[in-house]
């Protein structure tokens, strides 16, 4: 028997899988010897990419927001900040003048603890740290319209701003191919019907997105983005034990494609060929139903017809904040209902729900899901389609699955929140 560790936010189990199976473990890259994290950081903000040093783009009246991601990624902003204020500051810009807003899309609101975590507890204690606001008219300010006639609507405190940085980490990501660049702005903190029509996209997209280089969802949301305005972002690549491997900095389409091609030496694992058994743990972004579902799109890219993937997904604060998810996920005829909706413009978050919904439930036409989890009840999961199964029933649904196929080949992903497997004959283009 060979034995493999499948990890979650608070637990790990050992699967056990028979020396005659076939099987690939998709395990991240090992980068021994990485410089500094600061010596990156302070390189990536001596040569930006696309922009002069920021230190060249504020003024000393600038009021400068400072957008960065939530609690559910992993990015380390904190050591971000220890090398960029000391810029700002040195240029002249006075400490009130600096502000930051985290890009919450449609997320919970961060608590002032996470916030510590997230940005430091001495950021938290001298500036102003706002959670974006997408629910309420009066926090938002309109700045254009979108292709579909909505009003492209942006939380006002980071609008009223002079100069706008983003902080955030490269991933893969199932509606703009990869994270970072442009998306923390737009939908990070847009209004609910423009983050609705942002995950609308990529439900009308064919097939899984995940790890496009080119995904048309987020050419649009660049070409929106100049609308708005994005100044300056620094972006990390992260090592699949969360060390960083390499920072871009710059202009918010130039260091982003820098920094996509970081990622991918990070987070790309060739896999010789398809599975027809997919094991994934949703780890590190096991939070809710919503996070979980990342760890499907890292196997259900590359899984054969007629597969089975078992998803650990602990959701360890339920369903979470999209109630209805689950009976979107289990949708017939999907983009059917996702269209009418567009056609009479019904926008907000039961749109939001479906559009991811309809997009993850496209595998159900390829494969089965088994859904593994202690957060949600089984009848909460019931209207997924997915396969409820309690977190330690693991080894006994993968021998159940198991029997089911002749020689059959087995890749299990065990960070799949954070993981791009791509059949090696791709030679890592990932166009999709």
């Given at each position: 028997?060979?034995?493999c ?30 410089p500094?994290?600061g ?31 939530d609690?559910?990624?992993p ?43 997230k940005?430091?507890k ?6 102003t740290?706002?959670?974006s ?14 292709q ?11 609008m ?16 703009m191919g ?5 998306k ?65 900095a ?5 260091a ?26 949703s ?8 996070q ?9 890219r ?56 309809v ?5 159900h ?9 202690n ?11 997915f396969v ?15 029997a ?29």
């Amino acid at each position: 028997m060979k034995s493999c560790a499948i990890p979650s936010s608070h637990s790990s189990y050992a699967l056990q899988i028979p020396d005659s199976v076939r099987v690939t473990v998709a395990v991240p890259p090992h980068f021994p010897d990485l410089p500094e994290p600061g010596q990156l950081i302070r390189e990536a903000l001596d040569h930006p990419i696309g922009t002069p040093p920021i230190e060249e783009m504020v003024r000393p009246n600038s009021k400068i927001c400072i957008i960065c991601d939530d609690i559910t990624r992993p990015t380390p902003v904190w050591l971000i900040l220890e090398h960029l204020l000391p810029r700002l500051l040195a240029a002249g810009v006075p400490k009130e003048n600096i502000f930051f807003v985290i890009a919450l899309g449609s997320h919970r609101r961060m608590t002032r603890e996470e916030m510590i975590k997230k940005l430091g507890k001495r950021v938290v204690e001298e500036y102003t740290v706002l959670n974006s606001e997408f629910s309420d008219p009066s926090m938002l300010t309109q700045v254009g319209t979108s292709q579909l006639g909505t009003p492209i609507r942006v939380f006002k405190p980071a609008m009223e701003a002079d100069f706008r940085i983003a902080i955030g980490n490269i991933i893969p990501h199932g509606c703009m191919g990869w994270s970072g660049g442009a998306k923390i702005l737009y939908p990070g903190i847009t209004s609910e019907d423009i983050v609705s029509e942002f995950h609308v996209m990529q439900g009308f997209q064919d097939g899984i997105v995940y790890g496009m280089d080119e995904c048309p969802v987020r050419l649009a949301v660049e070409e929106w983005t100049q609308k708005i305005g994005l100044h300056f972002i620094i972006n990390m690549a992260l090592t699949g034990d969360f060390r960083i491997y390499r920072v871009v900095a710059g202009d918010y389409i130039q260091a982003h494609r820098a920094g996509v091609e970081n990622s991918k030496k990070t987070l790309g694992i060739p896999v010789p060929r398809k599975p027809n058994i997919v094991v994934v743990s949703s780890y590190p972004t096991d939070q809710d139903m919503w996070q979980c579902t990342k760890g499907v799109y890292a196997g259900g890219r590359i899984i054969a017809q007629g597969g089975s993937m078992i998803v650990l997904a602990p959701c360890v604060e339920g369903v979470g904040p999209h109630k209805d998810f689950p009976s979107h996920l289990g949708l017939y005829h999907g983009l059917e209902k996702l269209k009418a909706r567009i056609d009479v413009r019904e926008t907000g978050e039961e749109l939001l729900s479906m559009a991811v919904g309809v997009s993850i439930g496209k595998l159900h036409d390829i494969c089965t899901i088994h859904w593994l989890t202690n957060g949600c009840t089984e009848e909460e999961i019931r209207p997924s389609r997915f396969v409820w199964h309690r977190e330690e029933e693991i080894q006994t649904v993968f021998d159940q699955v198991l029997a089911q196929y002749q020689e059959p080949e087995v890749l299990i992903i065990p960070v799949g929140g954070e993981s791009f497997p791509y059949l090696a004959d791709e030679k890592c283009n990932m166009g999709g």
